[in-house]
């Protein structure tokens, strides 16, 4: 399978601990976007890098989350000092960026996050 | 900022039937994308369909057909035929060129009935 995968696809973890999600996304797509997703709400945009570069970070983005696309292929997406509010789906996105069909955005099955 | 607005919570067809789920955005950008995304319970976001801005003509994807009104700057899914399959949030998203980032709206949950 070639699509968008994510690891771990689902975390427990305790307050105040760090936690890391790795994303994997389709070979040779250069964007690569994350977002998040809590119960009953749609995808909200988190990041987004064109190869390594991380060119848009949302406001969402707090100073505990960072996010690296070292070699323009996987991206790691790391909580530092997690809070209960962080509980959410974690979802990777990927695209060509190039064609006709280059914008279109194509989804992993998302890390799912629960802070107890 | 673009804003993407679902204002049917939830759906409910019955099955062989049709059904059209509403989508208006706020944008002052002459050219985007537009997509339907389709999440079924095990979460993992499928594309349906999309639809670029500076066509004109609506697109098609086998049962699914959108009906695109830039000037009213509304999308709308229809979904002909519609199957148990099909039952799912469904999210309607604005993909800016700009920002190279997608808004969602807050999704409408289809229900559909034997």
């Known amino acids: 399978d070639t699509g968008v995968s994510q690891d771990p696809r689902h975390k427990i973890t305790k307050r105040g601990q760090n936690v890391t999600f790795r994303c994997d996304p389709i070979?040779?797509?250069?964007?690569l976007y994350w977002y998040r997703q809590t119960l009953g709400q749609g995808p909200e945009f988190l990041t987004y890098?064109?190869?390594?570069?991380?060119?848009?970070k949302s406001r969402l983005l707090s100073d505990r989350f960072s996010a690296e696309r070292p070699k323009g292929s996987f991206s790691t997406l790391e909580i530092q000092r997690t809070e209960q509010g962080d509980s959410a789906m974690y979802l990777c996105?990927?695209?060509?960026?190039?064609?006709?069909?280059?914008?279109?955005?194509?989804f992993g099955e998302g890390s799912w996050l629960t802070v107890v | 900022a673009q804003t993407v607005t679902q204002s049917q919570p939830e759906m409910s067809v019955q099955e062989a039937e049709t059904v059209t789920l509403s989508c208006t955005y706020d944008?002052?950008?002459?050219?985007?994308?537009l997509f339907w995304y389709k999440q079924p319970p095990s979460r993992q976001m499928i594309l349906v369909i999309r639809?670029?801005?500076?066509?004109?003509q609506n697109a098609t994807e086998n049962r699914f057909s959108v009906n695109f009104q830039k000037a009213a700057k509304s999308f709308s899914l229809k979904i002909s035929d519609s199957q148990l399959g099909d039952a799912a949030m469904y999210f309607c998203?604005?993909?800016?060129?700009?920002?190279?980032?997608?808004?969602f709206g807050a999704g409408t949950r289809l229900t559909v009935k034997p």
């Open positions: 890098f064109q190869n390594e570069a991380q060119l848009e």
């Open positions: 996105a990927s695209s060509s960026g190039q064609g006709s069909s280059g914008n279109t955005i194509y």
């Open positions: 944008t002052s950008e002459s050219d985007y994308y």
């Open positions: 070979s040779e797509h250069n964007r």
């Open positions: 639809q670029e801005a500076y066509k004109q």
């Open positions: 998203a604005y993909y800016s060129y700009n920002n190279n980032d997608m808004r």
